[in-house]
């Protein structure tokens, strides 16, 4: 096994430590989805208390009945302090004065035509409270789950991938 274990870590360790890509997607602005349409208005000031990314949309929308708002950040070339899954990101930071997260579980939703399981908590300040969803994308996979991003996080870059991630929250 040690032997097995030696021949293959050179070019292991190749794929760990290539360089990492300069470039960054823009994330396109997006468009009208279920009779929501983009809106110039502001939904919320409360914003997902996560750093580190590399680049970010945040974009709301409206229809006649409703208001809601999309934040996702993108996370490209991690490293410690600009990762995607970190103890210090979260929905809403303890120490934050202005916003509380309470009710906080999971919610069976349906995202980009998957099922899954997201986290879903309740946001609230002094005059506003939110209904929040969050999953995690990693590398092309969808999930609720911190633990499983973290995985597939690791498996992208062994298999030689960027280990692209983002945070999806709908609010």
Partial sequence: AAIAIAAIWPPALAVLDRPPSPIVPEIAPLGPANGFVPTTGTVSEWTPSYTGHAAILRQEFANANASAGVHI???????????????????????????????????????????????????????????????LWVDGRVTGSEYVAKLLLAWSKLRGGAGDAALVVVY
């Fill in 73 to 135: 950040a993108y996370y490209r070339n991690q490293v410690k302090g600009r990762e995607l899954v970190t103890s210090g990101n979260q929905l809403v930071a303890p120490q934050d004065p202005r916003w509380r997260a309470v009710e906080v579980g999971t919610s069976p939703v349906r995202f980009d035509g998957t099922n899954l399981v997201a986290t879903r908590a309740t946001v609230i300040g002094a005059r506003q409270r939110l209904v929040v969803y969050r999953v």
